[in-house]
């Protein structure tokens, strides 16, 4: 186990540095850094969608899944990260007390 721990940091290492080995002190062409910008924000979104609708080895929507698009409708809107985060916490405990999964 611990071996594979080892391994994948030596991995992640070694991608890590290829990059800035590989330009050296040549800037990005602008069409590449637009794209590395916004790979952050596909990375977190499938993150969120994956947990939000992962139930094991199944898609399930339930209760988590209703609370992640409430504080993802309040964030679209422009509210408050907090205000988002305390809507989706009581919008999923309001359903897993009604009984939805």
Request: glycine fraction near 10%.
């Given at each position: 186990?611990?071996?594979?721990?080892?391994?994948?940091?030596?991995?992640?290492?070694?991608?890590?540095?290829?990059?800035?080995?590989?330009?050296?002190?040549?800037?990005?062409?602008?069409?590449?850094?637009?794209?590395?910008?916004?790979?952050?924000?596909?990375?977190?979104?499938?993150?969120?969608?994956t947990?939000?609708?992962?139930?094991?080895?199944?898609?399930?929507?339930?209760?988590?899944?209703?609370?992640?698009?409430?504080?993802?409708?309040l964030?679209?809107?422009?509210?408050?990260?907090?205000?988002?985060?305390?809507?989706?916490?009581?919008?999923?405990?309001?359903?897993?007390?009604?009984?939805?999964?």
């Amino acid at each position: 186990m611990w071996a594979l721990v080892v391994l994948c940091a030596l991995g992640t290492a070694l991608i890590r540095g290829v990059g800035p080995a590989a330009t050296g002190d040549r800037a990005l062409p602008a069409p590449v850094v637009r794209v590395v910008v916004l790979l952050s924000a596909a990375l977190l979104a499938a993150l969120v969608v994956t947990t939000a609708l992962a139930d094991g080895d199944r898609l399930a929507v339930g209760a988590d899944t209703a609370g992640v698009a409430v504080a993802g409708l309040l964030l679209w809107r422009r509210a408050p990260v907090l205000l988002a985060v305390l809507a989706a916490v009581v919008v999923t405990a309001g359903l897993r007390a009604a009984g939805v999964p």
